[in-house]
């Protein structure tokens, strides 16, 4: 089968999303060798104000560091690992663990909907939301308020790794009730928290 070859299923059907761990500051190159061997990738970034020792510029960062999602047959996984950069697979055992298509989709949708942006630390608990209006109605993630704005939060589960973007109360709708634990800022960290990385 050839590289061009490799995203697709016999059926039409796409392969399922894997991460792969890329050298620091490998993200592009990486990205754009796996997208000229015919693979689909995903490398999403932001824009943020770098301090430079005369003025601040804006500079594209990466939203997860260190990764590029990719499309590919866990069975066939030479050709994503010759590629400059790749260092390996994200995986618990033998081979890697694919991604859920609801939380790369989710990801995507903040990332193409023209609001701001931002890798946030990872949350488990907090309030579910839908948003049910907005550039981002149908999304679902967690809610969390910060200096009395609401962010909404989505996580690669595997990398351990979350975005944000803020949001308009009137968009939000809860998923399901507060747990025992309380409120969600009684139990979310803290934006100053670092994500946690594998």
Not at 56 to 68: A, E, I, N, Q, S
Not at 112 to 124: A, D, F, R
Not at 127 to 143: A, C, F, H, T, Y
Request: net charge positive; hydrophobic share 35%.
């Amino acid at each position: 089968m050839g590289f061009a070859d490799q995203e697709v299923r016999a059926e039409g059907e796409t392969y399922p999303w894997f991460a792969i761990r890329v050298r620091s500051k490998h993200e592009r190159v990486t990205s754009l060798h796996l997208r000229t061997r015919g693979y689909e990738e995903f490398s999403p970034f932001y824009r943020a104000e770098s301090q430079w020792s005369d003025r601040k510029k804006l500079t594209d960062r990466f939203l997860f560091p260190g990764y590029v999602f990719c499309r590919f047959d866990p069975t066939d996984r030479l050709p994503i690992l010759t590629a400059p950069g790749v260092v390996g697979l994200v995986g618990f055992g033998d081979g890697p663990t694919a991604i859920p298509e609801r939380e790369i989709e989710q990801v995507r949708t903040m990332v193409q909907s023209g609001l701001l942006v931002t890798p946030w630390p990872y949350l488990k608990l907090g309030q579910s939301v839908r948003l049910e209006n907005g550039p981002l109605k149908g999304l679902e993630g967690i809610v969390e308020e910060v200096k009395g704005r609401l962010r909404l939060v989505v996580s690669i589960q595997l990398l351990q790794r979350s975005v944000s973007t803020e949001i308009d109360r009137i968009w939000v709708r809860p998923v399901k009730p507060h747990s025992a634990a309380g409120p969600s800022q009684d139990v979310a960290p803290s934006p100053e928290r670092s994500p946690v990385s594998r």
